[in-house]
C-alpha cells in the first residue's frame, strides 16, 4: 500500500519533498531513487536541472575558495 500511494502521489506531480516526509524517509533522495521512474517528465527534467545549477555553484564557490 506505501508502494502504491508513492506511486499515485508522485506520478500526479505532488512534491518529492511532501511525499518523502510522509513515507517517513530519511530525505528525499531515498524516495526520488526508489520512485523516480513514476515522477512527470518535467518533474524529473526539474530536478535535473538543479542538480546541474548546484554543482555549477558548488565549483564556482571551490574556485572562488582556492583562489
Known sequence: MR???AT?????????????KEMGHGSPDITYRTYYKWMPKLS?????????????????CNLSATG
Request: hydrophobic share 35%; net charge positive; proline share 0%.
Open 44 to 60: 524529473v527534467s526539474g530536478i535535473d536541472g538543479l542538480d546541474k545549477r548546484m554543482v555549477k555553484n558548488a565549483t564556482i
Open 3 to 5: 508502494h502504491t500511494y
Open 8 to 20: 499515485l502521489r508522485l506520478s500526479k506531480g505532488d512534491s518529492l519533498t511532501e511525499v518523502s
